[in-house]
């Protein structure tokens, strides 16, 4: 079996079907022996009798409760024959010869564990899909932004367009989590996604532990596909976002030393009180309702507990 994709859902019907559509007719035009395996955290949107019906190719791990996206990517881990893996959201479509790129380019760099593609947004616009490593800076410009001109640089942990739109593969620190392939050897040897985050920097703790063992990990601008992103509603997702700060200071805690987990914890408790004050001032002119004010600040009261 030459490659493994697992794809994790959770209340994605829609997009899932639309994602094993592209998946599956990329696939099949393609040499590669291959399986595609889902598994459903619990949706409650009839996704499992969706893939039942319209993919019985597709091998389906129906999960009765929510484990979180590490948890399931490592259920589908653990049942798959491939030697190379494809973990990819289910808000993807692959494009042209994408998997076929990612899977030779791993085949010929043998010191290279993964790779992730060039994601696009629906428009064709280009969507920043490797970053660097979390740096102080990248936490404080993530509550002080300062300047628009600092969101999509280095300083941010962004690499420069001008990398993608050369064609070429570039060394990253890590991929954006939604597509991403890797090698079975890697898997083997550093071990699979860390459980402890349920959501959220399971992509970047797992691209730190390769790098320490000496792998290369790379962007291949070649291999395009497109990327469904929430777009702004103007809503506040409180669970999300103290789940996010869950796991970013689990992060810190495993790869960075006291220094920097005391000067994170200073950021974000002072970013998260300029939010509140930031949220109660919205609420006076009526931007912010009253039930969903005191949801936020719960929220934010919660990651101040956190920190």
């Not at 060039?118 to 410009?141: E, N, W």
């Not at 691209?207 to 103007?234: D, N």
């Amino acid at each position: 079996m030459d490659l493994s994709v697992i794809i994790v859902s959770h209340n994605t019907r829609e997009l899932l079907a639309l994602c094993l559509d592209s998946l599956l007719a990329n696939l099949a035009s393609s040499a590669l022996g291959y399986e595609v395996i889902v598994v459903d955290n619990a949706s409650r949107d009839r996704t499992v009798e969706m893939v039942l019906k319209r993919f019985p190719q597709v091998q389906l791990l129906a999960n009765e409760e929510n484990l979180g996206f590490a948890a399931a990517n490592n259920q589908g881990l653990k049942e798959s024959k491939g030697n190379y893996l494809l973990l990819l959201n289910p808000d993807t479509l692959v494009q042209g010869e994408a998997l076929q790129l990612m899977f030779q380019f791993l085949v010929s760099h043998p010191r290279v564990s993964l790779v992730g593609p060039k994601l696009l947004y629906s428009d064709g616009r280009l969507q920043h899909s490797a970053f660097s490593f979390p740096t102080l800076l990248m936490i404080f410009l993530d509550f002080f932004p300062l300047n628009h001109r600092f969101i999509d640089s280095r300083l941010n942990g962004r690499y420069p367009k001008a990398l993608y739109e050369a064609g070429e593969p570039f060394a990253v620190d890590h991929p954006l989590g939604a597509a991403m392939m890797v090698r079975r050897e890697t898997v083997d040897q550093v071990g699979p996604l860390d459980e402890g985050f349920f959501m959220y920097c399971e992509e970047i703790d797992w691209c730190m532990r390769m790098k320490k063992m000496g792998w290369e990990i790379f962007c291949l601008p070649q291999a395009e596909i497109v990327h469904y992103v929430g777009k702004s509603t103007g809503q506040f997702r409180e669970a999300m976002y103290v789940e996010l700060h869950r796991s970013r200071y689990r992060l810190y805690e495993k790869h960075y030393g006291p220094a920097f987990r005391v000067m994170a914890r200073l950021i974000v408790g002072l970013g998260v009180r300029r939010e509140m004050l930031k949220a109660r001032r919205e609420a006076r002119q009526g931007k912010v309702a009253e039930g969903k004010l005191e949801k936020r600040l719960d929220a934010y009261r919660q990651v101040l507990e956190l920190s």
